[in-house]
């Protein structure tokens, strides 16, 4: 998706704390310590206000973002991924234990860290479980993210990843301790793929300021499955000067 952003913004895609090609430090995986990061990063850059565009975690810290930092963020645009407060209740999240199940694995000292530095087999399944019927994972791009976790750090923060929110965030979270939808001032548009757990288990509900968008046929990995159809989404929303 970046070259097409690209042609009319500048944009900035930065690797969160321990992925990508981030530093891994042993510690600091609070969701609002990475969104601090991520403030830190526009304060070095020298940018005032950003439209932004986050998947999964860095959608959950583009939240975190738009509700404590509202000054900073222009638009947010959030990928299959929900807000820090709880759903309404719905019979289909009594199957989120078995879905996230693999939270808790790879949240598990020493075991999370073993099993995300498995190799490409394991990282091509954690991507088909996640996908759309009709996603397709090259060799290639598995190996990608398996290459990385291979890296002892890199294996261990992100399982920090999971077991601070399971451990620490998720209930207070959850029940909205911290924040309520009507908390959410920054125009937002938060797009769910039809065949993820985001949208069939858990359920988004669009709030005062934020708009939900649902692609049929796609699943968790929005960016990679259908590019294009979140551009068609994501653009003119980016653009627009209204609420």
């Known amino acids: 998706m970046i070259p097409s952003l690209a042609a009319t913004y500048r944009v900035i895609a930065p690797d969160l704390r ?53 000054e900073r963020i222009e638009r947010l645009v959030t990928l299959d991924i929900t807000p820090p407060w709880g759903p309404r209740p719905r019979l289909s999240q009594l199957a989120l234990p078995f879905v996230a199940s693999y939270q808790f694995v790879l949240g598990t000292p020493g075991l999370g860290e073993r099993v995300l530095r498995a190799g490409p087999g394991f990282v091509r399944l954690l991507l088909e479980l996640g996908s759309g019927p009709e996603a397709e994972w090259s060799e290639r791009e598995v190996e990608a993210y398996a290459e990385r976790l291979r890296e002892p750090a890199r294996a261990h923060a992100s399982s920090l990843y999971y077991r601070t929110f399971l451990t620490r965030e998720m209930l207070s979270y959850s029940r909205g301790r911290r924040f309520r939808p009507s908390d959410l001032r920054v125009p937002t548009l938060a797009i769910l793929g039809g065949s993820s757990f985001m949208s069939t288990v858990l359920g988004v509900d669009p709030a005062p300021s934020m708009r939900v968008e649902t692609l049929p046929g796609a699943g968790h990995f929005l960016p990679e499955e259908s590019p294009a159809e979140v551009l068609a989404l994501a653009a003119p929303f980016l653009a627009s000067d209204g609420g």
């Open 18 to 70: 321990g992925l990508g090609w981030s530093g891994a430090p042993p510690g600091g995986y609070e969701k609002r310590t990475l969104a601090a990061d991520v403030v830190a990063l526009l304060d070095r850059e020298g940018i005032d206000r950003v439209r932004v565009i986050g998947h999964d975690w860095g959608g959950f810290v583009s939240f975190l973002l738009a509700l404590e930092h509202p």
